[in-house]
């Protein structure tokens, strides 16, 4: 290395015009430079040799420019620092916009110049002599402590005169505008220019004036090449002897600093614009359930103003929950899941608001946060009450209901069948026709009140079990009961059946026999005949999973108006003895099992009562049992 005395030895990677400039720009300056020129960044590493193999390099600066050859220049840097070779590294810049000042300087080159005439090179030449040689030991000078400090600051740093003109600027400042700083010296600043446009009373010549001992903010100002950047800044007065002479600026580019907080400020605002149009409540809360956000729902509808709440607690709003009870929802959160939970919220004014709260973790300005969503849900509380009303009174009416049942099923059943036997035995000791006649009344009206019985019966059943599931039922031991019910209540009665009925199962319970009970007692009732005739068939469809059962009668059938009408409840014809709850109670009964009934006419007269039910894939048809009621 070079010991202060003889000749510079200078390694230069670069092309022959910047050597050539070096050496003529060292000679101008009285200094002795042996300049040796390589083209690549790989030559020079080849030329400086390898420490590792016992070679030192016998240079004492290397100035490369910023376009190294193959190689870019910063890795021509570390690859230089790699071989322990602790050369001092200029990078000469000639006026592109490619490596910067400031990128240079961070990665630890010695120094960085930006030349475009000759005065660049003897900007240059200086700088090589006063690191290759420094003063004699313990001798620094201070202007060059000072000079090198300013010149590397990663800053705006300048030096302005008395009129806003340039003294002296840093590298970082002259890259910022594109120029070198002994381009800058004696030019306007644009930044002084800005600050006396938009601050009133002429802020700089107050600093000058010494009325005020700093000035410092923030501004937009454009570069020369059109770009708006946004500086923060900081002046101060440059005394020399007692007497201000200029200003000592610094400034720094910001703009991406700003970028970033407006972007994070927009994305704030549209978080709270998205949860104050939120109908429900929300909240952020804190893991010692502090309060520190909430939309503007939770506002209006607790009636404490923002600033309050964000005061508050979520004990302090919490009527449904200890204070336990509710710091041990918010420590056990679930690390990856939602908490799930229905307390009550006391309003300002001490109303009582039951709400569902939905919470989960989530990230909250750097910190883990809970954010819960509370719903309102004193609608659905005040319509479980009064669901829970009416299943009380339901079920009161239900087990009303079971007691009119047993009485009709038991006491006034059992009254009208004895009434029923008495009629008997006094129709077969009356001789006088009239009187038998009137007796044959006694016993028809009696049997038909005990069919009322078991309507009201299956009535009372029906209502009593709604929604219970449907099971396989066989079918033809039902039919059978049903029809010989029908044999003894009405003897005169002619009842003929299908001579084979398939073996079947359908989906239905132990009410099935009361549809074919009412149909069959609806053919007999409807005829003008003494003795009514009655047909009952049976059909299965393949493959369609259903069976039709027709009980068709030679009565006095029905008009098409009324074929859709005569299921319908209190329904029934004008000539009717019936109560009308028959055919109502079969439609209701078919439709529970998912199947269908409507009526046809029968020829040559009469109607055809037909009823579709479900098939049971796989069950059988039994005549050993059968689930229906006798």
Known sequence: MHDGG????????????????????????????????????????????????????????????????????????????????????????????????????????????????????????????????PPAPGRVAQSLVYERVFEQMLEGACLYD????????????????????????????????????????????????????????????????????????????????????????VSRDITDRRERERKLRRAREEYQELIDSMNDTVWVIDIDSHILAVNETAVELLGYSRDELLSMTVHDIDAGLSDDEASALITQMPSDGTQVFETVHRARDGREIPVEISSSLVTYRGRT?????????????????????????????????????????????????????????????????????????????????VELTETARDMAEMMRSRGVETEPVPLVPVLRAELASLREMAPNASVTVDAELPTVAVLADDMLGSVFRNLLTNAVQHTDGDEPTIEVSVSETE?????????????????????????????????????????????????????????EDNDPCGSVFAVELRTAPGQADSDQSSPTRS
């Open 6 to 133: 003889g000749t510079v030895r200078l390694l230069v990677v670069a092309d022959s015009s910047v050597a050539a400039a070096t050496v003529e720009a060292a000679r101008r300056r009285g200094a002795r430079v042996d300049v040796e020129e390589v083209r690549t960044a790989t030559a020079a590493l080849e030329r400086l040799g390898d420490a590792d193999a016992g070679s030192d390099s016998d240079f004492d600066c290397v100035l490369a420019s910023t376009d190294a050859g193959e190689m870019d220049t910063l890795d021509f840097l570390a690859a230089v620092r790699r071989r322990a070779l602790d050369l001092p590294f200029f990078v000469v810049a000639d006026g592109g916009r490619g490596l910067t000042a400031s990128d240079a300087l961070d990665a630890g080159v010695t120094d960085y110049v930006r030349v475009r005439d000759r005065e660049g090179y003897d900007e240059v030449a200086a700088r090589v002599e006063r690191v290759v040689t």
């Open 162 to 249: 008395r009129e806003g003109r340039f003294l002296l600027a840093s590298d970082y400042l002259a890259d910022f505008y594109g120029l070198t700083p002994a381009e800058l010296e004696g030019e306007r600043s644009l930044l002084v220019e800005t600050v006396r446009e938009e601050r009133p009373d002429d802020p700089y010549q107050r600093l000058l004036d010494g009325a005020v001992d700093s000035l410092e903010g923030e501004t937009e100002l454009v570069t020369p090449d059109g770009e708006s950047r946004t500086l923060s800044y900081r002046f101060a007065p440059f005394r020399v002897a007692g007497e201000v002479v200029g200003v000592i600026a």
């Open 369 to 449: 946060v809970v954010l819960s969503v509370a719903r309102d849900i004193t609608t659905r509380k005040r319509y479980e009450a009064e669901l829970r009303e009416q299943n009380r009174l339901l079920e009161t009416q239900r087990d009303e209901l079971s007691v009119l049942n047993q009485v009709v099923r038991h006491d006034v059943r059992n009254d009208l069948q004895l009434v029923t036997a008495y009629a008997e035995l006094l129709g077969e000791r009356v001789a006088d026709d009239e009187a038998r006649e009137y007796v044959d009344i006694v016993r028809k009206r009696a049997n038909h009140a």
């Open 543 to 599: 493959g369609d999973g259903r069976v039709v059962v027709r009980v068709a009668d030679d009565g006095r059938g029905v008009p098409d108006e009324r074929k859709e009408s005569i299921f319908a409840k209190d329904e029934k014809g004008l000539q009717s003895r019936g109560t009308g709850l028959g055919l109502y109670l079969v439609q209701s009964l078919v439709e529970k099992y998912g199947g269908d009934v409507w009526v």
